[in-house]
């Protein structure tokens, strides 16, 4: 989101305010569950949760089939992956965003990664486990790097070392592990 908005800067006000819309929701279900932390919360911060609310929701619905109004799903018309290949982070997308949505929505995807066939093909496994360690830290790696270039690009300086050098780094770290490893990490 954050190279989003850098590049459309026009989008900005709409990333801010959306957390107006994702507070209201919060108080809301507090207060539909009847959660004791909803009678916690000072009546003032409700009624300016629900002031602010007011004055951005326009920017957020929608008239559906039906003539009624509803909210968007997101800060952004574009989906996630329309706004990583606007910013040419769809490969960043394609690496991260599959396999961990499949596996924090419990697909039969995300649900076959917690088998381990070359032990037992009936089982999944629930103890921990190294196999997705190396995949998060690559992944984590190149956020950095892509976090990293975002702040660059927003300041208008440069880290030490260069973003040269820590790109290489992770090339040499991910890519070229066989000088460390012995063989590529895939």
Request: overall charge negative; aromatic content about 12%; charged content about 30%.
């Amino acid at each position: 989101n954050a190279e989003y908005v850098r590049t459309y800067p026009e989008e900005a006000d709409a990333f801010t305010d959306w957390a107006w819309v994702e507070q209201r929701k919060q108080i809301e279900h507090l207060r539909a569950s009847g959660s004791k932390e909803y009678g916690r919360l000072d009546p003032a911060t409700i009624e300016q949760s629900n002031k602010e609310f007011e004055r951005v929701r326009g920017r957020f619905e929608y008239t559906a089939p039906d003539g009624t109004k509803k909210m968007r799903r997101s800060w952004c018309a574009l989906g996630v992956a329309d706004r990583a290949a606007k910013v040419d982070y769809l490969d960043m997308y394609d690496l991260i965003y599959h396999v961990s949505s499949q596996i924090q929505h419990g697909t039969i995807g995300g649900l076959a990664t917690q088998f381990e066939l070359d032990k037992d093909p009936h089982r999944m496994f629930s103890r921990p486990s190294l196999k997705w360690a190396a995949p998060a830290l690559v992944g984590g790696h190149r956020c950095l790097l892509k976090c990293v270039d975002t702040f660059c690009n927003i300041f208008a300086v440069e880290p030490t070392p260069s973003r040269e050098q820590l790109a290489g780094d992770y090339h040499y770290a991910w890519i070229e592990t066989d000088k460390y490893w012995g063989q590529p990490i895939r």
